[in-house]
């Protein structure tokens, strides 16, 4: 049975930081690509940004430069390390992999505000 238990969001202050995890259990993130995506209210769900199999990056370009991707094979962890984050970060996290089947985390609220 695939699952994915998220921790980690909460309310922060313009530029300040975040982290989530992703842990999964029943696939490998060494054997899958890993994704971080958010809704905020009134918003069409978007893709924040992807780490592949071989480790390599991709963000959207509204995070690009303040998020980081990575992986603990090891712990079979996803993260996403959000760094000067704005008003424009707040949201509902989702984390989910390439493997086949739509397996989602359970989400996270981030919320920034002073």
């Known amino acids: 049975q695939v699952q994915l238990v998220q921790s980690g969001g909460g309310s922060v202050q313009p530029g300040g930081s975040l982290r989530l995890s992703c842990v999964a259990s029943?696939?490998?993130?060494?054997?899958?690509?890993g994704y971080w995506f958010r809704q905020a209210p009134g918003k069409q769900r978007e893709l924040v940004g992807s780490?592949?199999?071989?480790?390599?990056?991709n963000y959207a370009a509204s995070v690009k430069g303040r998020f980081t991707i990575s992986r603990d094979s090891a712990k079979n962890t996803l993260y996403l390390q959000m760094n000067a984050v704005n008003p424009d970060d707040t949201g509902i996290y989702l984390c989910?992999?390439?493997?086949?089947?739509?397996?989602w985390g359970q989400g996270t609220q981030v919320t920034v505000s002073p």
């Open positions: 989910t992999s390439s493997r086949p089947g739509d397996y």
């Open positions: 029943g696939l490998s993130f060494s054997r899958y690509d």
């Open positions: 780490i592949t199999t071989f480790g390599r990056t």
